[in-house]
């Protein structure tokens, strides 16, 4: 099984400042990585695919790089609708999420 | 308009079975794969397992082996997932979630969840 660990656990940021999100994968899954975001009571919504890839109707602010084993999430200028917890998943081997970090107003 | 739609709420005993449905609409059922993933309260994302909508196969993670069955219903673009011997720490949200099959098996769109309390 491929082990996805997320860091930090929780992000304090100011609205309008970068956030930076970090995923590493127990062994390389390629680009098969993708990131989601959920708001507290809502199902998770697709942000990122293929590590870099915008899902449609995604703003230009988030983006993704990385691959192998090394992944990370950017939100260049957060906004007030981006607090939320975001997962990391690959789908390399079968699928398996991240445990999630929460991006909070600091 | 493409959406997932779950069923409602359940409230089990310790020992009982849950079946949740997810309904399809809006694109052709059969090209996709579900996903099952659960999320306890306060945790994060725990994948269950999925099925190949057109060949009915499936893979269910070993946590679940025994426990769980997910089918399809072509004729109403129905998957659901069935859960037995249930015990409190399955208390739950419970997501479908759909891919693509053979164009990668990340989540393009989630159900509403359906919530799952296990309680005497």
Known sequence: EIVMTQSPATLSVSPGERATLSCRASQSVSSNLAWYQQKPGQAPRLLIYGASTRATGIPARFSGSGSGTEFTLTISSLQSEDFAVYYCQQYNNWQTFGQGTKVEIK | ?120
């Open chain 2, 1 to 120: 308009q493409v959406q997932l739609l779950q069923s409602g709420a359940e409230v089990k005993k310790p020992g009982a079975s849950v079946k949740v449905s997810c309904k399809a609409s809006g694109y052709t059922f059969s090209i996709y794969g579900f996903t099952w993933v659960r999320q306890a309260p306060g945790q994060g994302l725990e994948r269950m397992g999925w099925i190949i909508a057109y060949n009915a196969n499936t893979n269910y993670e070993q946590k679940f082996q025994g426990r769980v069955t997910m089918t399809t219903d072509t004729s109403t673009s129905t998957a659901y997932m069935e859960l037995r011997s249930l015990i409190s720490d399955d208390t739950a949200v419970y997501y479908c979630a759909t891919f693509i099959y053979g164009s990668g098996s990340y989540l393009t769109l989630w159900g509403q969840g359906t919530l799952v309390t296990v309680s005497s």
